[in-house]
């Protein structure tokens, strides 16, 4: 069948994207869906900081690219052994699917799933198929999910069913966002009632994580960005405190603030100083935890001395360490519940035609979780 589908020819485009245009809207043929997968039709897609590294090549990927990785859609039709899926369906698109053999697997950690990893570096669907073509030229799957084409064909593994009575579009949020920003406090930190955290970054995932601190009943929560905007919102999110990290004495502030330090603190924005800030402002004992996603060659001088010292604790999240089919779910519970208000984080709505200026506005800092809308 034919497809529209934004797809990325080159790297490394200069600003306004709107005007330069690296995203360009082609016609692809895509295959049926094989054994093991699913054919969608994309509700919504996210425009995420992962997609935009790709597009400034930060973050390399094989070209040419189907892009996305944030994603709602219903199913259209099914491939070979795929019983459990009905057209209809509506599914949350993960974009690390999980083998369930592999050893990361087997220890109850899919989001390291070693072939899905594999997989998604060649730019394949997970098993190493390719469905995606313009004019006979084979195009790379991004992460398996291609969010950004009006219909995908993806692994069954990269689908998580949804029962609840939730807004397709917000559903969209969970794939990527809401995984990562909550599942780093609730799963990687295992943050406690009555303890205190600072959030450093307030993108998407970032300001999911604030809402989990918020949930899991931190009774200090601070809020840190360099724009003024997000710390009024994270404010009426539920942060206690924030603090714009440009002030030469942001360190100092938070310190006095949470009197030494905090327990837990996440770093959301991918980027060295980001690092560095969040550090810094955890107190002895306490952990840092990262979720951004910096340039390959990024190094960060870690004080050894004080890890040892103070007895800190440094940990990466990927996709919030969850467990996509049990965490999904249960999250969208939270939502519903009133726990995750997840639809205040929603920013602009755009059609796939519209998606290079999306990228403008995510690269301003100033935008909310924007989506294509299909």
């Known amino acids: 069948m034919l497809i529209r589908s934004a797809v990325l020819h080159e790297m490394n485009a200069a600003t306004p994207f709107a005007q330069t245009r690296p995203l360009r809207i082609e016609e ?25 590294s790709v597009i400034t ?106 029962d609840a009575d939730i807004d397709p579009v917000q559903a969209a949020m969970f794939g990527c966002a809401v995984l990562t920003g909550v599942g780093a406090v609730i799963n990687t930190a295992g943050a406690q009632a009555g303890s205190t955290a600072a959030l450093v970054g307030l993108g998407g995932v ?18 840190v960005d360099i724009h003024d905007s997000k710390l009024a919102l994270a404010r009426s999110l539920g942060a206690s405190a924030a603090v714009n990290a440009r002030d030469p004495d942001a360190v100092e502030q938070i310190r006095a603030l949470t009197h030494g330090g905090v327990d837990y603190s996440f770093e959301m924005a991918g980027s060295v100083p980001s690092m560095e800030t969040a550090y810094s402002i955890t107190r002895r004992g306490g ?3 990262t979720a951004g996603l910096p340039a390959p060659t990024d190094r960060w001088p870690l004080r050894q001395l004080s890890l040892v010292v103070e ?57 909310l979780r924007d989506v294509i809308v299909f």
Not at 206 to 223: N, P, T, W, Y
């Open 28 to 52: 692809l043929e895509l295959d049926e869906p094989g054994p093991g997968q699913v054919l969608v039709k994309m509700v919504a897609a996210g425009l995420c900081h992962s997609d935009l």
């Open 57 to 162: 090549g930060v973050r390399p990927r094989p070209l040419p690219l189907a892009l996305g990785h944030e994603a709602s859609a219903r199913v259209v039709r099914t491939g070979a052994g795929v019983t459990d899926l009905r057209a209809g369906d509506l599914v949350v698109l993960i974009f690390v699917p999980s083998c369930g053999h592999c050893m990361p697997c087997m220890q109850g950690r899919p989001a390291l799933c070693e072939p899905a990893a594999e997989a998604n570096g060649n730019g394949t669907l997970f098993g190493g198929d390719k469905r995606l073509r313009l004019r006979n030229t084979a195009v790379y799957h991004h992460t398996g999910v291609s969010a950004f084409s009006d219909h995908a064909v993806v692994s069954r593994q990269s689908c998580v069913k949804v």
């Open 206 to 223: 970032g300001l999911c994580a604030l809402l989990a601190a918020v949930a899991s009943g931190c009774r200090q929560v601070v809020a």
């Open 287 to 289: 952990m840092t935890v």
């Open 311 to 367: 007895e800190r604790t440094v940990k990466g999240s990927y996709i919030g360490s969850c467990v996509p089919v049990r965490d999904v779910p249960r999250y969208i519970a939270m939502y519903l519940g009133g726990q995750l208000p997840i639809d205040r984080l929603m920013g602009q709505r755009h059609p796939l035609d519209d998606i290079n200026a999306g990228f403008d506005r995510l690269n301003s800092g100033e935008s």
